[in-house]
């Protein structure tokens, strides 16, 4: 997945440095994974850096800024969890940041219903209106400025980085995400991205 998720990010191409923040035991091996990878398609790619990640996630995006060189103005932080996403919803992000928003979310409207529940009991405690919801993936885009102060500034753990730019009180936009920028974290996200590699593949022949 990782090497899908960097070969999609390098796809892009306004992407000029990946910085791939590693397990702290494994950055020696995530090294060597992606020594032996070529990344097809590399248009503007320059370096692919492997950094050691820390205790939390959060941790490991500051890490991962930290390694970034002095000139790099737009930030995305992208989930290797998310390995096939389009190179057209990587360009739209940062199209969007470089248009003056200072955070950039892909997303989605939602084909459920979505309650809000009591956890410990099941309680439905309320239904928010589908209409105003999206389900929002990666690449988040970021000015560089405002991510590193949202993570200087918001100590809480949060699920996605533009929460944190939320808490600063700046505006977070959406754009729209894609179906094939899903999350592979169960067992049937992994059969549904071998139906998509084995689509793209067929496509390409
Ligand atoms: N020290 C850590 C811990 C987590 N992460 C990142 O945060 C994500 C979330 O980690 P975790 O909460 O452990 O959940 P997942 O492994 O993603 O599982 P789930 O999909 O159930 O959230 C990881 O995938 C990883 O990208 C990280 O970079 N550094
Ligand atoms: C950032 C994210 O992909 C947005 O949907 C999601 O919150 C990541 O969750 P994870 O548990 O860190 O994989």
């Known amino acids: 997945m990782l090497v899908h998720a960097v070969r999609a990010m390098a796809a892009a191409e306004a992407v000029q440095v990946i910085v791939v923040v590693a397990p702290p035991e494994g950055a020696a091996e995530v090294r060597a994974l992606l020594d032996s990878h070529e990344a097809p398609g590399t248009a503007g790619v320059t370096t692919v850096t492997v950094v050691p990640g820390g205790e939390s996630r959060q941790e490991s995006v500051r890490l991962g800024l930290a390694a970034l060189p002095d000139d790099v103005d737009v930030v995305l932080v992208h989930d290797a969890a998310r390995p096939l996403v389009p190179v057209g919803t990587v360009e739209g992000v940062v199209e969007a940041v470089r248009a003056g928003a200072p955070a950039v979310v892909p997303g ?6 979505v309650k809000s529940v009591e956890p410990a009991t099941g309680a439905v405690t309320g239904t928010p209106q589908r209409a105003l919801l999206r389900a929002v993936q990666t690449p988040q885009g970021f000015d560089r400025a405002v991510l590193a102060k949202a993570h200087a500034t918001v100590t809480e753990d949060v699920t996605d980085d533009a929460s944190m730019v939320e808490q600063l009180g700046l505006p977070v936009r959406v754009v729209p995400g894609h179906e094939e920028a899903f ?4 067992p049937l996200d992994l059969v549904l991205a071998e139906a998509v590699l084995a689509r793209r593949r067929g496509h390409d022949r």
Not at 183 to 186: A, M, N, P, S
């Open 108 to 113: 989605l409207p939602l084909a459920d219903t």
């Open 183 to 186: 999350k592979v974290t169960r």
